[in-house]
């Protein structure tokens, strides 16, 4: 974990790196000071509901990817713009 701090650390990459630790038998302080995040942070993370904007988004990015992969990963995101378009899952 060298070099990686809390202020780069995402909600989704970082709650399983702490919860394997603490799994493991590690002090939840002490895991979280060697990431460098506090624990209000932790624990904002973990009571997190994602608002209807965010489900929308995460939404639209796994239609976009199922997008890219069934065009053998060879569309760009102007060729995805265009089918999240035609679709009508996007607007313009």
């Known amino acids: 974990m060298s070099g990686i701090t809390g202020k780069k650390l995402k909600r989704?990459?970082?709650?399983?790196?702490?919860?394997?630790?603490?799994?493991?038998?590690?002090?939840?302080?002490?895991?979280?000071?060697?990431?460098?995040?506090?624990?209000?942070?932790?624990?904002?993370?973990?009571?997190?509901?994602?608002?209807?904007?965010?489900?929308?988004?995460h939404w639209i990015q796994a239609r976009a990817k199922e997008i890219w992969v069934s065009s053998d990963r060879?569309?760009?995101?102007?060729?995805?713009?265009i089918a999240l378009h035609r679709q009508k899952l996007m607007s313009v």
């Open 12 to 57: 989704d990459t970082a709650l399983p790196i702490i919860q394997a630790n603490v799994d493991a038998g590690h002090r939840i302080t002490i895991v979280l000071r060697a990431l460098s995040i506090s624990r209000s942070t932790f624990y904002n993370w973990l009571h997190h509901v994602p608002s209807k904007r965010e489900q929308g988004n």
């Open 74 to 81: 060879v569309y760009g995101y102007k060729r995805i713009k």
